[in-house]
């Protein structure tokens, strides 16, 4: 879903929630304006390869739809992660992500502009903050 035009917009950016119920993905321009926004089931008993296969082609359709160049992917994810090595490790809410390198996966399609972070009430707190009704002030 387009909710604006950009022809003004020289790279978006792609923020990536990827919960134990849902994944949700956006794509914003530099001051952090959606410009498109999608969401698919996780479905805990998948496999995870799969479900990452479906969210990279999910983010490639939204960027090609949009015909602007991605400049950072970031990822937030339910934990615990190796942020060392990239890795999910073991989140009770998807147990066949164990161990699983979700960070060089989306790195190896949109390179090293990708970032991966566990969600945290922190990251939540920070997003609001920065976009949310409060970080857009009166």
């Not at 022809?7 to 990536?16: M, P």
């Not at 959606?34 to 479900?51: M, S, W």
């Not at 066949?96 to 970032?115: K, M, T």
Request: charged residues 20%; hydrophobic residues 40%.
């Amino acid at each position: 879903m387009i909710e604006r035009t950009l022809k003004h917009v020289r790279k978006i950016y792609t923020g990536v929630d990827i919960g134990g119920t849902k994944i949700a993905v956006a794509i914003a321009d530099k001051v952090g304006d959606i410009v498109a926004q999608n969401a698919f089931p996780t479905n805990p008993t998948r496999d995870p390869h799969e479900v990452v296969d479906q969210l990279l082609g999910l983010i490639t359709s939204m960027v090609d739809e949009n015909q602007i160049p991605v400049a950072g992917v970031g990822i937030v994810c339910c934990g615990p992660l190796d942020l060392e090595r990239g890795l999910v490790m073991t989140p009770p809410n998807l147990p066949l992500w164990r161990e699983f390198p979700l960070h060089h996966i989306v790195e190896s399609r949109f390179g090293d502009a990708c970032r991966t972070g566990e969600m945290t009430p922190t990251a939540a707190a920070l997003g609001e903050h920065l976009h949310g009704v409060a970080g857009r002030g009166p």
